[in-house]
């Protein structure tokens, strides 16, 4: 078993920034593909960003293009979401993920965590 615990969320002026962090243990964080998806009220979940296993190749949905970075530490078995020029669309539960490969299914992805609130005030 994975266990993924999110943490960064919280309240936000538009055009403010946030740092999300998902704290991954139980196996070996290097060997997975990392992911964040968001589900706004009334939504689906929808793909955020994706990061490959050595973090060689990421992934962004268009509307976070330029603003969001995904990264990893494979060292401390973390994954970063950095949230730059937030707006209130941005507004929504996020979500870290781990799977064996970079898909914007969220059926695909085999580990959850629970989720952190990100609110953006306009």
């Known amino acids: 078993q994975v266990q993924l615990v999110e943490s960064g969320g919280g309240l936000v002026q538009a055009g403010g920034s946030l740092r999300l962090s998902c704290a991954v243990s139980g196996r070996t964080f290097s060997n997975y593909a990392m992911g964040w998806f968001r589900q706004a009220p009334g939504k689906e979940r929808e793909f955020v960003a994706a990061i490959r296993w050595n973090g060689g190749s990421t992934d962004y949905t268009d509307s976070v293009k330029g603003r969001f970075t995904i990264s990893r530490d494979n060292a401390k078995n973390t994954l970063y979401l950095q949230m730059n020029s937030l707006n209130s669309e941005d507004t929504a539960v996020y979500y870290c993920?781990?799977?064996?490969?970079?898909?914007?299914?969220?059926?695909?992805?085999?580990?959850w965590g629970q989720g952190t609130q990100v609110t953006v005030s306009s």
């Open positions: 993920a781990a799977g064996r490969t970079i898909t914007a299914s969220s059926y695909a992805w085999n580990y």
